[in-house]
Nanobody, 114 residues
Framework: QVQLVESGGGLVQPGGSLRLSCAASGSGFSISGVGWARQVPGKERELVASISSGGTTVYVSSVKGRFTISRDNAKNMVYLQMNSLKPEDTAVYYC????????WGQGTQVTVSS
């Protein structure tokens, strides 16, 4: 069983930055893929960034060059650095991990507005 707890969301002006953090508990974190997904009301959840156990990163095109995902296996942490934020980045952001089973955190709200 893996538990994921996100933090770092909030209100930011367009062009600003936020850093999301995800603390993972349970076994197998270092061998799991991890990622960040986001969801807005009425739309499907979208995986925007992921990082494999070996450190390979993948981004959806809408965030490429602005968001950076990283992980610290020694601390069981995953981060999402978000720069040059746009109003369309407003969403609930979820941390997720997967190996044999996929797990989700409870989500953290990110609002980009002036």
């Amino acid at each position: 069983q893996v538990q994921l707890v996100e933090s770092g969301g909030g209100l930011v002006q367009p062009g600003g930055s936020l850093r999301l953090s995800c603390a993972a508990s349970g076994s197998g974190f270092s061998i799991s893929g991890v990622g960040w997904a986001r969801q807005v009301p009425g739309k499907e959840r979208e995986l925007v960034a992921s990082i494999s156990s070996g450190g390979t990163t993948v981004y959806v095109s809408s965030v490429k060059g602005r968001f950076t995902i990283s992980r610290d296996n020694a601390k069981n942490m995953v981060y999402l650095q978000m720069n040059s934020l746009k109003p369309e980045d407003t969403a609930v952001y979820y941390c997720t991990s997967w190996y044999a089973t996929q797990y989700w955190g409870q989500g953290t709200q990110v609002t980009v507005s002036s």
